[in-house]
């Protein structure tokens, strides 16, 4: 078990919708990795957040977005769903802004779109 | 634009053997290079990193071997079990812009005969 928690574990949603994807982080870290692992791109990255401020952002698409909160948790919002969403989206945290040269990921959150 | 590339895609290994998967990169700005495992339905975990100024580390039955001049590293398990019949994902961490994120190969998929 790394720490890192993500809820929900599996969402099942049509297309058009709107979803929420929830990150806690271990604790006492403060840095915050998003990515997205599908069959066809792998492992991408997508957003990071240190303590609250966006610090870097991959290819997330702009129906994408994400905030972390005081209490470090944070969500990631995917709006106008298409088909092509359907993926792993996982969560990874971090002491550093730099990562601390260790990223831990949570279980992740299975998002099937039909 | 992959910018770790690894290999093989898959790897099928007799109990004892020795596993070895291998990845290059492209950019020199990368600075830490962590492998991480990969079970079904599971997120990745951190098994063994390396930092460009080192050429091999150890932990147990797993070995980074890093060829800097080459841009080369790759991850060697030793006497290889059936529990290590995983994924396993090499990755590179960007300096500067891409601070903190990760950059991931395609992944193995290890299987271990009994």
């Known amino acids: 078990d790394s720490g890192v928690t993500q809820t929900p574990k599996h969402l099942i949603t049509a297309t058009g919708q709107r979803v929420t994807l929830r990150c806690s982080p271990r604790?006492?870290?403060?840095?915050v990795y998003w990515y997205q692992q599908s069959l066809d791109q792998g492992l991408q990255f997508l957003i990071q957040?240190?303590?609250?401020?966006?610090?870097a952002k991959g290819n997330i698409l702009e129906r994408f977005s994400a905030q972390q909160f005081p209490d470090l948790h944070s969500e990631l919002n995917l709006s106008s769903l298409e088909l092509g969403d359907s993926a792993l989206y996982f969560c990874?945290?971090?002491?550093?802004?730099?990562?601390?040269?260790?990223?831990?990921f949570g279980p992740g959150t299975r998002l099937t779109v039909t | 634009q992959q910018q770790v590339k690894q290999s093989p895609q898959s790897l099928i290994v007799q109990k004892g053997g020795i596993s070895i998967i291998n990845c290059a990169y492209e950019n020199t700005a990368f600075d830490y290079f962590p492998w991480y495992q990969q079970f079904p339905g599971k997120g990745p975990a951190l098994l063994i990193a390396i930092r460009p100024d080192v050429s091999e580390k150890k932990e147990g039955r797993f070995t980074i071997s890093f060829n800097k001049s080459a841009k080369q590293f790759s991850l060697h398990i030793m006497d290889s079990q059936p529990g290590d019949s995983a994924t396993y994902f090499c990755?590179?961490?960007?300096?500067?812009?891409?601070?903190?994120?990760?950059?991931f190969g395609r992944g193995t998929q290890l299987t271990v005969w009994p």
């Open positions: 990874a945290s971090s002491v550093a802004p730099q990562g601390g040269y260790e990223q831990y």
């Open positions: 604790s006492g870290d403060l840095s």
């Open positions: 957040y240190y303590n609250g401020e966006e610090r």
């Open positions: 990755a590179a961490r960007g300096r500067g812009s891409t601070l903190g994120r990760l950059y």
